[in-house]
Every structure is written in C-alpha cells, then in structure tokens.
C-alpha cells in the first residue's frame, strides 16, 4: 500500500450557513490519482480547495503527512505550498500582472535565488509547451478564456510540484490543447507524483484514470459503493 499523503478527519464545510462538505472521511495515498465528481455546485471545487488548504475547514482537519494543514509551522506550510500547485477553474490569474509576472511567480516566491534570465527561460519553455505562442507581455485580459486557463496551467506546473490539484482544467480548452495537458499530465504521473482533480470530461477521465469518488449530500463516497451511478455525463473537449 502507498504511503498516505492527505488524511481527512470527520471534516465538514458551511459557507452562509448552507453545509456543503459535513462529516467526511478519506485518506489519498502518495503518488496515486483521485478524482472527484459531482454535480455542478455539489462541493467538488470546496473539496480540492479544502485538501489543498486554501479553504479552513468549519469542522474537522485535513492531515497532510500527519500534520494538521491549518496548524502546520510556518516552515512546514511553506514546504507543502512548495510540493503542490491548484489550477483553478476561472484560472485566478494577476489581473495587473503581465503573463511572464503570473507565471514566474511561483519561483519567485519558492526559488528566490533563481536568476532572472532562468525564470524567464523557464516560463518561455513551460508556456511554449502548453502550446501558447503569444507575447509574454500581455495582461490576461488581452487572452482568450483557452488561453488563460493555459497560463494558469504553466504557473501551476512551473516548479515542477509533487502534488496537483486541477479542478476542471480542460474547460474551455480545444481537443487539440486538452490532448497536449492530457500527455503533460500522464507524465507527471509516471513519475510517481499525486494527482487530485475534477473535471466533467470523461475522456479526461478515460486518459487519467484514478480512484473516483462522488459528492453525494455533501458526503464523498466512493464510486464503486452500490447504487451510485457516475455523475459525469458531459464531455467538453
């Protein structure tokens, strides 16, 4: 059995006083892929954030390598944000940034000491491979809503994380830019590395197979407990 990497503890989730993750138990093993699935405003993208401790918890803890996320040292929490990386679904990039800022930024924050001719090196190599062939001097704004959800692709992948968090990262991307993230991502996980994710895309899920588990009542169960059925019809690539 791998080793255990995240471990959730009776963990639960209101927001406006509406509960939308209560009372649930899950341990994501190092190096394996979980997917998590659900209909649109189930509590997938709580879920990922909850794991990745973007979210504090309203009740229980998420255990990352046995240490509570939320009470981690200061020199415990920067290493976790150093193994792992989110691609959110509206990618959440910089407005005021420019793509080169939004996507060196994560070495800038984790390898201060990288020179500046490194970094720019790097984020032309990771854009370049994502199949973004603009300017790097352009805001988001200037790019179309594909073309963001690539560079917030890039800045996730840039550091070359252990742990990835995607939550509906082919949205809005072509076939032919789903299947190049598609590869990128087999080969993060031939390396051993842990995947997290949620998407609606069954080909996504065909290419990057894991352990499934379905949001029901705000509960995450397994896919293969009896009379769930898989909540994952569309396919948006």
């Known amino acids: 059995m791998a080793e255990p990497l995240f471990e959730l503890k009776n963990l639960s989730f209101s927001s406006k006083n509406n509960s939308i993750i209560h009372d649930t138990n899950l341990t994501i093993e190092r190096g394996t892929t979980t997917i998590i699935q659900g209909e649109s405003g189930s509590g997938k993208s709580?879920?990922?954030?909850?794991?990745?401790?973007?979210?504090?918890?309203?009740?229980?803890?998420?255990?990352?390598?046995?240490?509570?996320?939320q009470t981690m040292s200061a020199q415990q929490n920067e290493e976790f944000r150093k193994k792992s990386a989110f691609v959110f679904q509206?990618?959440?990039?910089?407005?005021?940034?420019?793509?080169?800022?939004?996507?060196?930024?994560?070495?800038?924050?984790?390898?201060?000491?990288?020179?500046?001719?490194?970094?720019?090196?790097?984020?032309?190599?990771m854009c370049t491979s994502l199949g973004y062939a603009r300017a790097l001097t352009?805001?988001?704004?200037?790019?179309?809503?594909?073309?963001?959800?690539?560079?917030?692709i890039a800045r996730a992948l840039i550091t070359s994380p252990e742990i990835l968090f995607l939550d509906e990262c082919t949205e809005s991307l072509g076939r032919s830019a789903s299947e190049i993230v598609i590869d990128i991502?087999?080969?993060?996980?031939?390396?051993?590395?842990?995947?997290?994710?949620?998407?609606?895309s069954i080909h996504f899920r065909n290419n990057l197979p894991g352990k499934e588990y379905i949001i029901d009542k705000g509960i995450l169960i397994s896919e293969n407990e009896p009379g769930l059925k898989n909540s994952g019809t569309q396919d948006e690539i």
């Open 46 to 69: 709580t879920m990922l954030k909850l794991i990745a401790g973007i979210f504090v918890p309203s009740g229980g803890k998420v255990l990352y390598n046995g240490y509570d996320i």
């Open 90 to 125: 509206n990618s959440a990039l910089w407005a005021n940034q420019d793509i080169l800022q939004n996507v060196s930024l994560p070495l800038q924050t984790h390898f201060p000491k990288m020179t500046t001719y490194e970094r720019i090196r790097r984020v032309k190599e």
């Open 138 to 152: 352009l805001r988001p704004s200037d790019l179309s809503i594909g073309e963001q959800k690539k560079i917030a």
């Open 185 to 200: 991502l087999k080969d993060f996980c031939s390396q051993g590395k842990t995947l997290i994710y949620a998407s609606h």
